[in-house]
């Protein structure tokens, strides 16, 4: 008792000289309106006063539950979920959330995407339809089991796989299409899972960015044969590291077990050894399981925050020549908004390069990234098709032929245009969307000066 006391009183002095030594400045300071409502003042990157001084709120974000939660688990002496309770706790409670029948956590999503390929019976010779606009792990999951990636060009406007071009890609050799809900928003569904249904291919839902993203009201992740979450640090749930599969097939998560499980099943995980298949350990650990708990207390309402300020900051948005918030399906009934994702059109801009707009931004108060590189030119992708593995496997020609596929044009131009926002810029205050759009008429009401210098 004394001892978690003064653990408790130590973590709370901790904290904040940590937020004193950060902070003193920012708070000392009075907010800063360097311009008018048309973005007349100087810009910071040549001289003038921020838009803004203050940060965006900061993330994760903790208090006493989070700390309840990890001593729950420290004094029980459950540490792994083999002997603890929080782990199925957490999976009957996030099944819930998503309407799905079954959950399985796992170690992050990379992992959880690599067992459900698995129970899909991906493996060597088979081929899998990914998206180019995407974070590596989706295709990283798809080479460990030792199946070919095929790209599947993006829709520009939505920055989603081009549901439309889909069908064309499919062979005898594919054994499932992987969209992913890119930065929370959906994939075209109405168009991917009626044509999976009918060439007999399972989809695969990643939806890693798009926790309480929705379909036509029901939650993404759900819709396919199965759907993948991502609990790493920076996602919209976040327990540092972390992953989850949600299904409504009971086979499939026994499969999916299995295989996280160094292939025993629950049946023999207690003191007997038998196994099935290959496996590994991909479990999530009782101590993340807990946190998990309660940042779901939060989810919600930081979703709606989310939604609203997202919704508010387009409308700004749209009213600046040359940017284009991403466009929405129909379906897409609620966005996660892990991402804040327009396109820059320099024209508009005084020839402005992207990578210039980015740092004026910066410079004004407004943190944003140039998002994705091409996924499909990476050269760890020839390195691997071109590897003694995979040349045994698809034969001596297949990376040239492969290359041919798996061109991307309107992916290359979306790559060279897209700007994003992270997740957290979105929780602040409706003033905060403001302060965005503002910095951006500023840097544009001075984008001839700014490409000169
Ligand atoms: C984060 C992410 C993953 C991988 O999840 P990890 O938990 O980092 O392993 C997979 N796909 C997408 C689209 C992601 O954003």
């Known amino acids: 008792m004394t001892n978690r006391v003064s653990r408790r009183k130590f973590l709370g002095t901790v904290a904040a000289g940590a937020a004193a030594a950060?902070?003193?400045?920012?708070?000392?300071?009075?907010?800063?309106?360097?311009?008018?409502?048309?973005?007349?003042?100087?810009?910071?990157?040549l001289g003038g006063p921020p838009v803004r001084t203050a940060p965006f709120p900061a993330w994760?974000?903790?208090?006493?539950?989070?700390?309840?939660?990890?001593?729950?688990?420290?004094?029980?002496?459950?540490?792994?979920?083999?002997?603890?309770?929080?782990v199925k706790r957490f999976e009957r409670a996030y099944a819930a959330l998503t309407g799905a029948r079954h959950c399985l956590a796992t170690a992050n999503g990379s992992t959880a995407l690599l067992t459900s390929l698995y129970a899909l019976d991906v493996g060597a010779g088979d081929e899998v339809i990914v998206p180019p606009y995407t974070f590596v792990a989706t295709v990283n999951a798809v080479l460990l089991r030792g199946a070919l990636p095929i790209f599947v060009d993006t829709d520009i406007e939505t920055f989603q796989i081009d549901a439309r071009k889909i069908e064309?890609?499919?062979?005898?050799?594919?054994?499932?299409?992987?969209?992913?809900?890119?930065?929370?928003?959906?994939?075209?569904?109405?168009?991917?899972?009626p044509m999976g249904q009918r060439r007999g291919v399972p989809v695969l839902e990643d939806a890693c960015q798009a926790h309480l993203g929705e379909w036509n009201g029901r939650k993404v992740g759900t819709l396919g044969k199965a759907g993948c979450f991502s609990f790493q640090a920076s996602k919209n749930l976040n327990s540092g590291e972390g992953g989850a599969i949600v299904t409504d097939d009971p086979a499939f998560i026994e499969a999916c077990y299995t295989f996280h499980n160094n292939s025993r099943?629950?049946?023999?995980?207690?003191?007997?050894?038998?196994?099935?298949?290959?496996?590994?350990?991909?479990?999530?650990?009782?101590?993340?399981?807990a946190i998990l708990q309660a940042q779901m207390t939060r989810l919600d309402a930081q979703s709606r925050t989310r939604e609203t300020n997202a919704a508010y900051l387009s409308g700004l948005l749209k009213?600046?020549?040359?940017?284009?918030?991403?466009?929405?399906?129909?379906?897409?009934?609620?966005?996660?908004?892990?991402?804040?994702?327009?396109?820059?059109?320099?024209?508009?801009?005084?020839?402005?390069?992207?990578?210039?707009?980015?740092?004026?931004?910066?410079?004004?108060?407004?943190?944003?990234?140039?998002?994705?590189?091409?996924?499909n030119k990476?050269?760890?992708?020839?390195?691997?098709l071109t590897s003694r593995g995979f040349r045994r496997i698809y034969g001596e020609g297949a990376f040239a032929d492969w290359r041919e596929r798996?061109?991307?044009p309107q992916n290359d131009r979306l790559c060279a245009e897209a700007v994003w926002l992270g997740q957290t810029m979105l929780l602040g205050p409706r003033s905060d969307m403001d302060q965005i759009a503002e910095a951006a008429r500023k840097v544009q009401a001075h984008a001839a000066r700014l490409a000169q210098a």
């Not at 629950?266 to 350990?281: L, W």
């Not at 929405?328 to 991402?339: E, K, V």
């Not at 990476?378 to 691997?384: I, N, P, V």
């Open 168 to 193: 064309a890609a499919i062979t005898e050799r594919t054994r499932a299409i992987v969209p992913v809900h890119l930065g929370g928003s959906a994939a075209d569904l109405d168009v991917i899972l």
């Open 319 to 375: 009213e600046i020549p040359g940017l284009t918030p991403a466009r929405m399906y129909a379906g897409c009934t609620r966005n996660a908004y892990h991402l804040y994702m327009f396109r820059y059109d320099p024209a508009a801009f005084a020839g402005l390069p992207r990578s210039r707009f980015l740092e004026a931004l910066k410079a004004e108060g407004v943190p944003a990234a140039g998002g994705y590189a091409p996924l």
């Open 22 to 45: 950060a902070r003193p400045a920012r708070m000392d300071a009075a907010p800063t309106v360097a311009t008018g409502p048309n973005g007349t003042g100087l810009p910071a990157l």
């Open 265 to 289: 099943t629950r049946a023999t995980s207690g003191d007997n050894f038998s196994y099935r298949g290959p496996g590994g350990n991909f479990r999530l650990t009782e101590f993340q399981a």
């Open 406 to 408: 798996s061109r991307c």
């Open 60 to 86: 994760p974000i903790a208090d006493g539950r989070e700390e309840q939660a990890l001593e729950r688990v420290l004094d029980s002496g459950k540490w792994g979920r083999g002997l603890g309770e929080e």
């Open 378 to 384: 990476e050269a760890f992708l020839e390195d691997t």
